[in-house]
T-cell receptor, first 116, second 109 residues
Framework: EADIYQTPRYLVIGTGKKITLECSQT?????MYWYQQDPGMELHLIHY???????EKGDLSSESTVSRIRTEHFPLTLESARPSHTSQYLC???????????????FGNGTRLTVT | AQRVTQPEKLLSVFKGAPVELKCNYS??????LFWYVQYSRQRLQLLLR??SRESIKGFTADLNKGETSFHLKKPFAQEEDSAMYYC???????????FGPGTRLSVLP
């Protein structure tokens, strides 16, 4: 079934660890996004990609990095996790074709990260 | 700067009562606005968008450029409408979305 998948759903790790949050979509979408969301707060864009080998930083400064080697895969990496990284991370995608200009975002289930 | 505000963090109404979730935006140009909803234990999903002029699950939203608002309305709330609602604006570049802080709607029996 065409969908967007995020793993893990929940992650608790210690300070200083390197972690990668996975996001994959099987919808053939060109555009992919990472949002950070604290409880009861708005979503903040931290990274986005318009296609393979294309990545950009979003509005919210983030110490994370992303890569887009394959269309369907858009992992987010924290080299050294800190308690301030504790948050929910949402991955989203949408088509990139001109005719899909008005298409909405499709979201994954999110990864809730806790850094102790 | 593009910004979306939702003044109510929590809105509680009784079943059968009308509901209005407020959304205001600041944007220089012709905006494209959306409402997303997140039900308990489900992912964030599109509810409706202003260009479609559609009614989804009884909800409607009208873009008022004079008041820079895009309020979400339903004449008779149902318990299953209880969820988190986010108003979103497509950015100038047309590529990214700016989200409001969200309003939690609680429909009481």
């Amino acid at each position: 079934e065409a969908d967007i998948y995020q793993t893990p759903r929940y992650l608790v790790i210690g300070t200083g660890k390197k972690i990668t949050l996975e996001c994959s979509q099987t919808m053939g979408h060109d555009k992919m996004y990472w949002y950070q969301q604290d409880p009861g707060m708005e979503l903040h864009l931290i990274h986005y990609s318009y296609g393979v080998n294309s990545t950009e930083k979003g509005d919210l400064s983030s110490e994370s990095t992303v890569s887009r080697i394959r269309t369907e895969h858009f992992p987010l990496t924290l080299e050294s996790a800190r308690p301030s990284h504790t948050s929910q991370y949402l991955c989203a995608s949408r088509p990139g074709r001109e005719r899909d200009y008005n298409s909405p975002l499709h979201f994954g289930n999110g990864t809730r990260l806790t850094v102790t | 700067a593009q910004r979306v505000t939702q003044p109510e963090k929590l809105l509680s109404v009784f079943k059968g009562a009308p509901v209005e979730l407020k959304c205001n935006y600041s944007y220089s140009g012709s905006p494209e606005l959306f409402w997303y909803v997140q039900y308990s234990r489900q992912r964030l999903q599109l509810l409706l968008r202003h260009i479609s002029r559609e009614s989804i699950k009884g909800f409607t939203a009208d873009l008022n450029k004079g008041e820079t608002s895009f309020h979400l309305k339903k004449p008779f709330a149902q318990e299953e409408d209880s969820a988190m609602y986010y108003c979103a604006l497509r950015s100038l570049s047309g590529q990214n979305f700016v989200f409001g802080p969200g309003t939690r709607l609680s429909v009481l029996p």
